[in-house]
């Protein structure tokens, strides 16, 4: 069955500091992989994806993720936290074997906290 | 920039009410979809629509259903509104293809 797994509920950074959060995913064919971020009581924003091509993704606000496929990971990635990064990320995978087609499976979310 | 436009951001309903959720995406996107947001549980899959007419069950549908009849808008709707319905709803859009999600705003429900 198509998963996603966000090991950590909460993330706690000081602000300078790099910032990791991880993911991995289980799927039955070749993933489509998202990152969203949401601030208190919005929408979710798209920050990037990786379809295919170069590991290493680079998307909005300076993050960027890793494509692991050995480990299946996708880890979301910052060199230097800002306060303003403190929000509720998404990991989301599209299985293209899963009934739902082009919808996106979620993972629980995790909490970043960036202290200045 | 694509808007994915949710009519209420907070409803206050009774158990046992029939509740409309609207949904106007401005993009011209083929797909949408509506997902519920709870703490802990993250986002899961109500319905999804692929084409004018055309629904299908996501991973949670028991208690909703869904209409649509014009490209652009995507109505969830509950028939008999239950407490545990109270819940954050997402609706999003997205083009045919490996395209990101957009989403709106969402629409807070309170069933008391």
């Known amino acids: 069955a198509q998963s996603v797994a966000q090991p950590e509920d909460q993330v706690n950074v000081a602000e300078g500091n790099p910032l990791t959060v991880k993911c991995t995913y289980s799927v039955s064919g070749n993933p489509y992989l998202f990152w969203y971020v949401q601030y208190p009581n919005r929408g979710l924003q798209f920050l990037l994806k990786y379809i295919t091509g170069d590991n290493l993704v680079k998307g909005s606000y300076g993050f960027e993720a890793e494509f692991n496929k050995s480990q299946t990971s996708f880890h979301l990635k910052k060199p230097s936290a800002l306060v303003s990064d403190s929000a509720l990320y998404f990991c989301a995978v599209r299985d293209p074997g899963y009934q739902a087609g082009t919808a996106l499976i979620f993972g629980k979310g995790t909490t970043l906290s960036v202290s200045s | 920039d694509v808007k994915v436009t949710q009519s209420s951001r907070y409803l206050v309903k009774r158990t046992g009410e029939k509740v409309f959720l609207e949904c106007v995406q401005d993009?011209?996107?083929?797909?949408m979809f509506w997902y519920r947001q709870d703490p802990g549980l993250g986002l899961r899959l109500i319905y999804f629509?692929?084409?004018?007419?055309?629904?299908e069950k996501g991973d949670i549908p028991e208690g909703y259903s869904v209409s649509r009849e014009k490209k652009e808008r995507f109505s969830l709707i509950l028939e008999s509104a239950s407490t545990n319905q109270t819940s954050m709803y997402l609706c999003?859009?997205?083009?045919?293809?490996?395209?990101?999600?957009?989403f709106g705003e969402g629409s807070r429900l309170t069933v008391l």
């Open positions: 629509s692929y084409d004018v007419k055309m629904k």
């Open positions: 993009m011209d996107h083929e797909n």
């Open positions: 999003a859009s997205s083009r045919r293809g490996a395209g990101e999600l957009f």
